[in-house]
């Protein structure tokens, strides 16, 4: 859900202008915006799983000091999708556990 319409901020004026690739699925975003709130905004509210018992995480402070919303950003582990705004063409995947270098496919 994205606010359109904000009684103090006005009326929402950027446009998709990038698309990323979540867990193999495309998801149109705006280019600078928070990774995070882009997934939100397309209702992905699961970010990664714990390490022990595999429990699903989310976003939780929303400025980039929980680690609960780290996920693998074009091939890098933990990185901090609350903080970190939207490229073109990133390739994101949901973190398993302590998460792995590279790419998964
Ligand atoms: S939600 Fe806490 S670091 Fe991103």
Sequence with gaps: ??????PILGDETRQFNATIIVDGKQIQAIEGEP???ALLSAGIKKF???????????????IGRCTDCVMTVDGVPNVRTCITPVRDGMIISTQ?????WGIER
């Design 1 to 6: 859900m994205r606010v359109l319409n904000h």
């Design 35 to 37: 990774i995070a709130a």
């Design 48 to 62: 990664r799983e714990t390490q022990k018992n595999h429990k699903p995480r989310g976003i939780f402070c929303a």
């Design 96 to 100: 398993k556990g302590l998460g792995k």
